[in-house]
């Protein structure tokens, strides 16, 4: 697990899009997408960078992460309908097509198969060769929520009070709106990707941080799992990284590595 540590969310993001930008030349290239607040100012350094000509996902697949169940297909709360804004439509995108955009089926009759369809939809990809991740202040990742199985294959899932009290703010602050079910990849199917690169901003994420860092693989912690991974990026603020203890070490390492110009493998 490789620890970047940065003064603000503006240069998480700027550190983001340089990993992505150099790697995603590859043939047939997969990106894994994720929602919520922190991922937005990278994918808007994603679409200056094809604006610019540096960047372009025309060729290249997305998969995301999850969908909620139970929200109408014209909501703009979807999660499919959030990323085709952020990658295809606002500021001309990124270059992708919203035909190479793969979310899970929570529309359909029977979520458990659409769930394991779109596990073998990933694998017949050919994987995932970066997926991007955010965290959330109980440690989940996707939605898999504390308390799951750190093997687990894309299933139907529960959202917790706290991550439906989180969320409340894209509904309005109204938590009868907020779902109570999502289509999630697993923690199984997450690692399974070539390369994790994971951002974490704010005080809220700190104890969270600390835990996927420093704290023990637990699935009190699910994103702890992680560390297991051999290609880990963890990008964060000073905010976010303020429980490490040993957050000289990570930013002495970074340093030493260069890592700001290493590609991702």
């Not at 991550?163 to 997450?190: E, H, K, M, W, Y």
Request: proline share 4%.
């Amino acid at each position: 697990m490789r620890i970047g540590i940065f003064a603000t969310a503006d240069e998480v993001a700027d550190q983001a899009a340089a990993l992505i930008i150099r790697a995603h030349a590859r043939p047939d290239f997969v990106l894994g997408v994720a929602t919520g607040g922190t991922p937005i100012p990278l994918y808007e350094r994603l679409r200056a960078a094809h604006s610019a000509g540096r960047f372009d996902l025309s060729h290249a697949r997305a998969f995301a992460l999850d969908e909620y169940i139970g929200i109408a297909a014209d909501h703009p709360e979807r999660y499919r309908n959030f990323l085709c804004h952020h990658l295809i439509e606002a500021d001309e995108g990124t270059g992708l097509r919203e035909s190479h955009l793969h979310t899970p089926d929570a529309l359909a009759e029977d979520p458990y198969q659409a769930a394991a369809d779109y596990d073998q939809a990933i694998r017949d990809s050919g994987g995932v060769d970066i997926q991007i991740l955010g965290i959330g202040a109980d440690g989940h990742i996707g939605f898999n929520e504390p308390g799951g199985s750190l093997t687990s294959r894309t299933n139907v899932g529960v959202l917790t009070a706290r991550t439906r009290q989180d969320n409340a703010r894209f509904f309005d602050d109204d938590l009868s709106q907020v779902p109570t079910q999502c289509v999630t990849q697993g923690l199984g199917t997450i690692m399974e990707a070539r390369h994790l690169l994971l951002l974490a901003t704010g005080a809220g994420k700190a104890e969270a941080v600390a835990h996927l860092v420093e704290g023990a693989v637990s699935a009190r912690w699910p994103a702890t799992i992680t560390q297991m991974h051999p290609h880990t990026t963890v990008l964060v603020d000073e905010a976010a990284a303020a429980r490490l203890e040993l957050a000289d070490f990570y930013r002495a390492q970074w340093e030493a590595e260069a890592a700001s110009e290493q590609p991702l493998r």
